[in-house]
């Protein structure tokens, strides 16, 4: 039977822990990599949170892939990765790609307003 979106969030859901804003900075107070997964254009419309490094979800297998040419080196599997997007569903199933591809300590911290409304900045 083929999958549907529901299934693969719920997979998603069921391995990529949510946490809030308060965990994701200590996360990140340790070293840990917040990672907006959202598209270029919502970049522009709505900034990103203070801090956070770019890699849109259409090209995150690419950018994570420490074999390939285009390894984004800010994609360590020793570190701890905090994702967001808009809403949650992208990080979620971002989360779940890089848990495949071996990285250990991945997050979804939601949406970028739950990063503004749990007291984060956001820059242009």
């Not at 719920?10 to 907006?36: H, K, M, P």
């Not at 967001?84 to 992208?90: E, L, P």
Request: with cysteine; proline share 4%; aromatic share 4%.
């Amino acid at each position: 039977m083929p999958l549907t979106v529901k299934d693969m969030m719920e997979a998603a859901n069921a391995v990529v822990e949510r946490v809030d804003t308060a965990f994701a900075q200590q996360i990140l107070g340790q070293g840990g990599l917040l990672l907006d997964v959202r598209d270029a254009v919502e970049l522009q419309q709505s900034g990103r949170a203070n801090g956070a490094h770019h890699v849109p979800r259409g090209m995150l297998e690419f950018r994570a892939d420490d074999t390939l040419q285009s390894h984004d080196p800010e994609l360590r599997k020793d570190r701890p990765i905090v994702l967001y997007c808009a809403a949650g569903g992208r990080a979620a199933l971002a989360g779940k790609l890089l848990k495949d591809m071996g990285y250990e300590r991945v997050y979804n911290l939601g949406g970028l307003p739950d990063w503004i409304n749990g007291g984060g900045d956001v820059s242009a």
